[in-house]
């Protein structure tokens, strides 16, 4: 999983658990430690993670909302690196209107080792517009993640790329279908989050297949080329990777309305 996305999808869901039944938010990915710092500023203030959900329930806020560009499969190709894939951040609603919080990460050195310095800044939105914010029901997002993995596990057999169809794509399939264990998730979603909400992150998760060595960007591409079928793998990869875009922001936003 890119680490961005998942910080997104953490902070996103723990946050509204914190807002609509006050449930506990604290995450150790979220504190201050020898390997990560995050923090949050206007500008004028800055918050640590508990500081920030305090100071947005007491400005109004009531739930909070992970956007990010419209066409997320324009960036696939560098989802696995940092400051790649598609620009993505938080809205904060019912307070502070028209304004969004935009990660910025950087690696710095603390101590013996390295850190990463995360500052979430609130800024003038420029993602997701209100009249952009089209709330699909789960069960069809369900379908149309189904669908993308369905074509791409095809691809994948028929260019000798099985072991991606039998460990990552097939499972995923399973799990959205109920015809599998649910893996345990890394980090636990609120009870606020229905069990359709837990089962397409689940699958998310599993199918994360985009990075740098190793991964579906490494060997398939020339396999998919010596097959003849580059343009059909870089076409359904696309596909892919917007559909696990838009089924993790659904699943953690379907507490919105």
Known sequence: MNGEIHQLLLITSLG???????????????????????????????????????????A?????????????????????????????????LGALHNRIWIPQWESGQFRSEVRWNITYTEQEQELGQ???RVFLPLDEVRIQFRSALEQIARLAEEIEQSFWKKNFFDPAIAILDGTADMPRLVFKLPDVYSEEAVRLLNAVYKTWVFGAMGSWNDDPPASAHAHG?????????????????????AAVNSVVF
């Open 60 to 92: 109004g806020c009531q739930r909070l909302m992970m956007v990010s560009d419209s066409q997320p499969e324009d960036n696939w190709q560098t989802s696995g690196f940092a400051g790649g894939g598609a620009r993505a951040g938080i809205i904060a």
């Open 229 to 249: 079928r580059y343009e059909e793998y870089n076409q359904y990869s696309a596909r892919l990777y917007a559909a696990l875009v838009q089924t993790a922001q």
């Open 130 to 132: 209100p009249s952009e």
């Open 16 to 58: 509204n658990g914190y807002l609509i039944h006050s449930e506990d938010a604290s995450s150790k990915e979220l504190e201050h430690t020898n390997s990560i710092h995050v923090t949050f500023t206007d500008g004028v203030q800055s918050w640590n993670w508990a500081s920030w959900l305090y100071y947005l329930r007491s």
